[in-house]
């Protein structure tokens, strides 16, 4: 059934003033120091699989500016359709610093910076005139004021001082994981500025999934810990004696711990560390590791329990490989990857809250009770539930839709907000004056539909009409398989998140019946209410497709809801509307749907945005 009642006769409206904007395309480069990762590098682990979402996406071109590329590299991005761009070298200058000078007639609309290293360059390469538009997109990793506790007070201090700043001078800040968009946007209240926080916390990593978990039992239960940074400095944060310990407290000499890292250097220092925490020489390796695909591979392959028992962790990107490649994982409870665990199905399984060694011993021990096929069974089901809660697709198209607001919009033409109110009164006056037939309205709809060429596929409604319809369409014409009760979620969700219009106008605004935004979400999320305006208005950016409305209405036969953003125009989901009662999807007679045409009124983008949500 519908809810749009008196509402649902006035057209929708896009203007044609995005026509331009439409067929633009993004231009997204990211800094970073390599293609891959050489070495322990999880920042070049996230940047290339966030190129290579991003790339997926119809009219984004994306980039990597680097210091250096091989042959290989530059292939193994064109197999992702990203493009990487070698900076001019300058000698004597550290090579990061070279990125602070793009190559010439390099076309960017907006610069993605990891951390202060990265960051810092933005407001250098902006200051070439031909770089002064781009919009800033700040990525932030970490919380050093919170690792500083454990570490180096001042120093921590000092660091978040300069993340933040950098945050107040970019146009979005991206954060790694829930709990530093938590922190973030408590960083940046004081300044107004939390609404520019976007939480993206990363699903698994694509060039681990194909890793191929052997299932026989082992003698031996083999625990992987990899160490980041400076695994001296970091001993106490990162919880490398937690681990040692929780080894010592199960007395138990089959289990063995491997620690990984990318240092050459202070490989005895950290080795009196692990063993001044009481773990057996004999149930300790310790071994320098090359962080490409390969190597992680292998060392997936080769451990029984991947753990990260840091005392605090920004989020653990490492963690989160080694549950892409189907490794069972345990991670501390302060860390993003924790937190973004608890609100997956068994994840809460996986997160130990708790820096007490004795903890993490019963953890470890609880899972080498079961068979290793389980084990893996386990971690597999873990994986699918993951990559469900958190995809890249749906984060990266947030993403796509936030920077093409920052490039694209338009400011609002003073004065016709009047005048689109003037048009929208005449409009529901013109739709009380509709007389509707005797006849079934279903009949009528069929009757019209038929004339563009197209059929009625109809649903068992429930409440849940105008779902059912949106996730047939959504199958049928972009591949998207998702069931009504899914899709509604997922459109509520994408309502709380963009509660607002390019120019800022609230979307309660045209909400009825609702006292506030928070219960008219509350009531939509529920299974049986009534789909309206705005959730067609949801459905069209979110998926960034354009929908028809095919109406049972005389007179009023015809909406077409554009996203507020360029599309994929050779496409559209075909709606039926039986007025005020039922909504379908609409097939194509054979092929021969014809074009709708809709109405169309010189109106400003902003303003044309706001009508056709109200339909």
């Not at 007490?356 to 539930?385: C, F, G, H, M, Y």
């Amino acid at each position: 059934m519908s809810r749009l009642q008196k509402d649902s006769t006035i057209p929708s409206v896009a203007s044609t003033s995005q026509e331009d904007q439409e067929i633009r395309t993004l231009k997204v480069t990211l800094l970073s120091n390599e293609w891959g990762s050489s070495t322990d590098e999880d920042l070049s682990t996230f940047n290339q699989e966030l190129a290579i979402q991003l790339a997926k996406h119809p009219n984004v071109d994306v980039s990597i500016l680097l210091p250096n590329c091989s042959g290989e590299d530059r292939s193994s991005a064109k197999s992702h359709n990203v493009k990487l761009i070698e900076a001019d070298k300058v000698p004597g200058v550290e090579p990061v610093l070279w990125l602070s000078s793009p190559p010439r007639n390099h076309i960017m609309d907006c610069i993605i910076g990891h951390g202060v290293p990265f960051g810092r360059l933005i407001p250098l390469i902006k200051k070439n005139p031909e770089y002064s538009h781009c919009k800033w997109i700040q990525v932030v990793h970490s919380a050093p004021e919170e690792e500083g506790i454990h570490k180096n007070i001042s120093e921590g201090e000092k660091m978040q001082k300069e993340e933040i700043q950098l945050c107040e001078m970019a146009d979005q800040v991206i954060t790694i994981g829930p709990k530093l968009a938590e922190a973030y946007k408590r960083y940046l209240c004081p300044f107004k500025q939390e609404e520019k926080v976007f939480d993206l916390t990363p699903s698994v990593f694509s060039k681990f999934l194909e890793v191929e978990q052997a299932t026989e039992e082992r003698r031996k239960f083999c625990i992987l810990l990899i160490g980041s940074g400076d695994s001296c400095e970091d001993f106490n944060v990162k919880g490398y004696d937690i681990a040692a310990q929780a080894i010592a407290e199960l007395k138990d000499k089959s289990y063995k711990l491997k620690f990984v890292w990318a240092a050459v250097k202070k490989g005895e220092i950290v080795l009196k560390k692990f063993l001044h925490h009481g773990i057996s020489p004999d149930q300790l390796t310790i071994r320098s590791f090359d962080d490409s695909r390969g190597v992680l591979a292998n060392l997936f392959r080769e451990e029984d329990l991947a753990i990260m028992p840091s005392r605090t962790e920004g989020f653990g990107i490492t963690a989160l490989k080694a549950l892409s490649a189907g490794l069972p994982i345990l991670v501390s409870g302060n860390s993003g990857l924790g937190e973004a665990l608890t609100k997956v199905p068994f994840g809460s399984q996986s997160v130990v809250d708790s820096d007490d060694p004795k903890d993490w011993a019963r953890e470890i021990k609880r899972v080498r009770q079961k068979d290793r096929e389980v084990r893996l069974s386990e971690s597999n089901t873990l994986r699918k539930k993951y990559m469900k809660k958190y995809s890249w697709e749906e984060l990266c198209k947030s993403l796509v839709i936030k920077m093409k607001n920052l490039v694209f919009s338009l400011q609002p033409l003073q004065g016709e907000s009047k005048q689109v109110i003037h048009n929208l009164q005449q409009w529901q006056q013109d739709a009380g004056r509709c007389k509707i037939s005797n006849t079934d309205p279903l009949s009528d709809l069929k009757k019209i539909a038929s004339g563009k060429g197209y059929r009625i596929s109809d649903n068992q409604g429930s409440g849940n009409c105008m779902f059912y319809a949106l996730s047939e369409q959504l199958e049928i014409v972009k591949g998207v398989k998702i069931n009504h009760l899914e899709l509604r979620h997922s459109l509520v969700q994408y309502l709380r998140e963009y509660p607002k219009l390019v120019d800022g106008t609230d979307l309660f605004h045209f909400v009825d019946r609702h006292t506030t935004w928070v219960d008219y979400l509350a009531d939509m999320e529920q299974d049986g209410t009534w789909g309206d305006h705005v959730i067609l208005w949801a459905a069209a950016n979110c998926y960034q497709i354009a929908i028809h409305v095919i109406s049972s209405l005389p007179g009023q036969s015809e909406v077409i809801i554009k996203p507020a953003f360029p599309f994929d125009q050779s496409k559209h989901l075909v709606l039926g509307h039986v007025h005020e009662v039922h909504y379908v999807s609409l097939q194509p007679l054979q092929g021969k749907a014809q074009n709708i045409t809709h109405l169309k009124i010189g109106l400003s983008i902003n303003f044309a945005d706001k009508i056709f949500q109200i339909l």
